[in-house]
């Protein structure tokens, strides 16, 4: 059977891997490949989802096009169709940026960029299937069968994704990129003798406010990641981006509704029970969903790398990788002559800026695309408390708050962008970070329910099912 949309870019599902780029004409990659699939099933297998289901309701990308590119159904996960597509090409498309802008945008990788390109693809594939790792035994504590299928939807997007970065590297780098694809399994999330290569993907998910504070702050890096790599002047990457973006928007729909719905029920008990501590009361007290997003939000900036750094630049003007929205920066996208202002150490080492080039203060630039957006949830969720009547608020702490990465690396700093001396940071981190004493809590309130249109008591029902399903649909079959 062949699916075809309107744009004639249908997945093949005769073939094993369903597909938009003619995989069948190439059949040494489409052997690679095949031989590939088993290993990542067997991955899948020890490392995804542990939970035992029958079948569960998901979305299935299918084509590309604007008009239904996925179709919804009950399957059973080992069974889900894992596949390859590329957003469609832009005819005539020209390099946006950096020293080749104007000229036509690349099918191949030059020889020159290859070992650059490569080493971009890797890392953002490594990040896909370690937050599958992260999260694989989160469905023994599902509050919803409705949150039960939004995990593992997520789950399997994130498989996806790394189909998407493997295909690259089976299609376009010969034995290094098959070498780097079977690297990419035996890597594992927080593993010592191999972990994965970012710090936030080593962090565990133990519970569900962690996952949806993963889910909001971690994977919107990966947003933004995608964001500068739909960008690059190497089209199929530019392409696979541009596609994977549009699955990533229910992951970031599933972190803001989640933490809503957290938040909501939180403020729920508060204003019904007439108290600020709802400790002992069935839900999470506001001081611990603050800790909570301290964490995650810290160890996702991290993410964006140190406030300058030279080999970015590089990647800009060689045309790899772009900034978030490049198309609507209104400069000369070579950024040859610009400036901008990075956080830093002042001389005798407080909490300050410096000027730098533009082109070396990228990875600040995303960062600070990255911070406004994330300004967005802690609205929404500060909106909660104020329509419930609550005086309290949620904020995001100061960028030198709890960092590993970058200039404030070394130093302790509060929430407030104080900084500490060692003594003071650990007589206040517990009312900063999350304790034992929280996560055991934390942990203690997730009991799993399975049931039909129930949910649990941490947390409010959702506004809207999937796919216009009620909340109280079957989901998940478990087995
Ligand atoms: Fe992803
Ligand atoms: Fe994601």
């Excluded at 498989?159 to 290094?176: C, E, K, P, S």
């Excluded at 519970?207 to 690059?232: A, I, V």
């Excluded at 392409?239 to 729909?253: Q, S, V, Y």
Aim: glycine share 8%; hydrophobic share 35%.
């Amino acid at each position: 059977m062949t699916t075809t949309g309107a744009g004639g870019t249908g997945a093949d599902y005769s073939e094993k891997i369903p597909n938009n780029v003619s995989l069948h004409e190439d059949r040494r990659l489409q052997r690679a490949l095949e031989s590939w699939q088993p290993n990542f099933l067997n991955w899948w297998q020890e490392m995804g989802p542990a939970l035992p289901t029958r079948d569960v309701y998901l979305r299935t990308a299918i084509n590309v096009g604007r008009e239904g590119w996925a179709q919804f159904g009950h399957v059973p996960m080992r069974e889900y169709r894992w596949g390859i597509f590329l957003a469609e090409r832009a005819p005539g498309r020209t390099i946006g940026f950096g020293e080749h802008k104007g000229e036509p945008a690349w099918d191949q990788v030059p020889g020159e960029y290859r070992s650059e390109l490569r080493r971009l693809i890797v890392i953002q594939g490594d990040t896909e299937p370690a937050s599958v790792e992260q999260q694989r035994n989160l469905g023994a504590t599902a509050p919803s069968l409705y949150d039960l299928r939004n995990l593992f939807q997520v789950n399997v997007e994130e498989g996806r994704h790394l189909w998407a970065m493997v295909y690259l590297l089976h299609a376009h780098f010969g034995r290094d990129g098959r070498d780097e694809a079977e690297e990419l399994l035996r890597r594992n999330s927080g593993s010592i003798e191999s972990p994965r290569i970012l710090g936030a993907f080593n962090e565990e998910t133990p519970d569900w406010l962690s996952f949806f504070m993963f889910t909001y702050f971690t994977d919107r890096d990966g947003k933004y990641q995608l964001g500068t790599l739909k960008e690059s002047a190497f089209d199929p990457l530019s392409r696979t981006c541009e596609f994977m973006l549009k699955e990533e928007a229910h992951h970031m729909m599933v972190g803001t509704t989640g933490v809503d719905r957290i938040v909501e029920r939180t403020a729920q008990l508060m204003v019904e029970q007439d108290t600020d501590d709802v400790t002992g009361r069935g839900a999470i007290p506001l001081p611990v969903i603050q800790k909570y997003l301290n964490f995650h939000y810290s160890v996702s900036l991290d993410l964006f790398g140190g406030e300058t750094s030279t080999n970015v630049a590089n990647y800009y003007t060689a045309g790899l990788k772009g900034r978030w929205m490049e198309d609507r920066r209104r400069d000369d996208h070579r950024l040859t002559s610009d400036a901008i202002t990075v956080d830093a150490l002042t001389e005798d080492g407080e909490i300050g800026q410096t000027e730098v080039a533009a082109v070396t203060g990228l990875n600040t630039d995303l960062r600070r695309e990255y911070i406004a957006d994330c300004q967005t949830g802690v609205s929404r969720w500060n909106k909660i408390l104020a329509d419930a009547g609550l005086p309290q608020r949620l904020y995001l702490p100061h960028v030198a708050f709890n960092r590993k990465v970058g200039a404030f690396a070394g130093i302790e700093a509060s929430p407030d962008g104080r900084k500490l001396g060692t003594d003071e940071w650990d007589r206040h981190k517990a009312n900063w970070l999350p304790t034992d004493v929280d996560k055991t809590y934390v942990r203690a309130l997730m009991q799993p329910v399975y049931e039909r249109g129930k949910i649990a008591a941490w947390i409010a029902p959702p506004r809207h099912g999937i796919n216009g399903q009620p909340f109280d649909y079957d989901y998940v079959h478990l087995s």
